[in-house]
């Protein structure tokens, strides 16, 4: 909770504390990797500030919003598709892209034997 605090948007941390300890951890890092997916996918890495967007996790969509604070280089958040998955228990991948016009994005998750590599 201390990172959230810091980093997240606050209704972020809301969400967080309402969520129950057990499922706390990795909510925070389905979170994380949105927010890490979305500003290295804008190219401005930690130059956008964390606590300026937000993501309501509503699956199967995965909701960006931008806080009060949104900076004026902020695109409108319906551009932005984002998919997420745990390949592993251990791992969790988020994936962000921008949408174009007519873009549409498909996100297919097979799984690969280290012997077919």
């Known amino acids: 909770m201390d990172v959230a605090k810091r980093f997240f948007a ?3 941390i809301a969400y967080l504390q309402q969520v ?3 499922h706390r951890a990795e909510t925070f890092l389905r979170i994380w990797t949105l927010k890490e997916a979305y500003v290295k996918a804008r190219g401005l890495g930690l130059n956008v500030p964390l606590q300026s967007f937000g993501f309501r996790l509503n699956p ?12 004026d280089d902020a695109d409108e958040a319906s551009h932005w598709h984002f998919a ?22 498909t996100v297919v998750q ?3 034997s280290m012997a077919e590599l």
């Open 84 to 105: 997420q998955w745990a390949p592993t228990q251990d791992y969790i991948i988020a994936l962000a892209h921008k949408l174009g016009r007519t873009t549409r994005m």
């Open 60 to 71: 199967p969509s995965l909701n960006l919003y931008y806080d009060d604070l949104h900076d």
């Open 110 to 112: 097979r799984a690969v």
């Open 10 to 12: 606050p209704a972020e």
């Open 20 to 22: 129950d300890a057990e």
